[in-house]
């Protein structure tokens, strides 16, 4: 039984879904001249909460919540802590020190460091072409983050540099965690939990460590901004994401994720100006090459 072709348009939302992933680091970059990023981290998350629970209560999805045992309920809202509090800190903390771009292409590489924990911790098989992947996508991150000379002053933040390759490893490890879970549960409601504990727990730091004070002096540009970067980058993209992932061949939509990069580099040159030396670049082809090697190889 030959399987039916897959129109072009199919693949759109998958599209969108990265374009509102890549759209995030520069649009970021611009709300952290005037937003602290413990606040952006959470009014991002609370805003996505929101935008993702009117989707799943307008679809009927939120009945699939009384299947979760209270293990695997636990286990979700757990996930928030490290899959989107931490996460968002970091790299939010980072964008406010380095270039969008640079940030964007550090930040890729959890796909790579998912494939090497997947190795480590889940026992799978390690090939050479995915350690050659692994070992050049490490290469182009030195690449990236000394684009402008081998040296610890080559104006780059480090800092900010090292906040972001924490992100990758934050969200690499969510994903690893959460491997099992989302198997054996509806992957979106997982999401959503692991969103509202996340939500929870950052506005609570943002409230303990700094208070919400600063806020008031943003500027309604801001604000409308966050509410965008909230709406676009979790509440509209995660169920577009995950409802291709359903319909289309995996290894035909997951290809779509190494885009994200590709395109944030891109909106960082057309909105912000950024333009780097050529080790930027060829940092962030091995990057990408490294990422699409380890992770499609088995």
């Given at each position: 039984?030959?399987?039916?072709p897959?129109s072009a ?6 599209l969108?879904?990265?374009?509102f ?11 952290l001249?005037?937003v ?11 805003v ?44 939010f903390?980072?964008?406010?020190r ?21 190795v ?5 098989r390690v ?12 290469a182009?991150?030195?690449l990236v983050?000394f ?6 002053n080559g104006?780059l933040?480090?800092?900010g ?8 490893v934050?969200?690499?490890a969510?994903?690893?965690?959460g ?6 549960n509806?992957?979106?409601i997982?999401t959503?939990?692991a ?19 600063p806020?008031?002096?943003?500027g309604g ?8 970067l909230?709406?676009?980058?979790i509440?509209i993209a ?13 290894s035909?939509?997951?290809a ?8 944030a ?7 912000l ?10 940092g ?7 990422v ?7």
């Amino acid at each position: 039984m030959t399987q039916k072709p897959v129109s072009a348009t199919a693949y759109l939302p998958l599209l969108v879904s990265c374009l509102f992933w890549a759209l995030g680091h520069p649009v970021g970059r611009i709300i952290l001249k005037t937003v602290h990023p413990f606040h952006l981290g959470a009014i991002n998350l609370i805003v996505g909460f929101i935008v993702l629970l009117a989707y799943l209560a307008a679809t009927g999805r939120l009945r699939l919540l009384g299947r979760f045992s209270t293990a695997d309920l636990l286990s979700s809202l757990a996930l928030g802590a490290v899959g989107f509090a931490l996460y968002q800190v970091l790299t939010f903390s980072a964008l406010s020190r380095i270039p969008a771009s640079v940030n964007a292409v550090l930040v890729s590489t959890n796909i790579m460091l998912i494939a090497l924990f997947s190795v480590i911790f889940l026992r799978e098989r390690v090939t050479w072409a995915r350690a050659v992947g692994i070992i050049g996508a490490f290469a182009g991150v030195a690449l990236v983050t000394f684009n402008r000379g081998f040296a610890l002053n080559g104006g780059l933040d480090l800092t900010g540099c090292g906040f972001s390759l924490l992100a990758a490893v934050s969200f690499a490890a969510y994903t690893i965690l959460g491997k099992r879970l989302v198997e054996r549960n509806d992957p979106l409601i997982v999401t959503s939990l692991a969103l509202f504990s996340g939500a929870v727990l950052l506005t609570a730091f943002s409230a303990v460590t700094i208070g919400f004070a600063p806020l008031r002096s943003a500027g309604g540009d801001a604000w409308w901004l966050m509410i965008l970067l909230g709406a676009t980058m979790i509440g509209i993209a995660y169920p577009l994401w995950f409802d291709r992932l359903k319909r289309l061949p995996a290894s035909r939509a997951s290809a779509f994720i190494y885009l994200t990069p590709v395109l944030a580099v891109i909106l960082s040159f057309l909105i912000l100006g950024e333009h780097f030396s050529w080790p930027f670049y060829l940092g962030g082809g091995l990057v990408l090459g490294g990422v699409v090697i380890s992770s499609s190889l088995r």
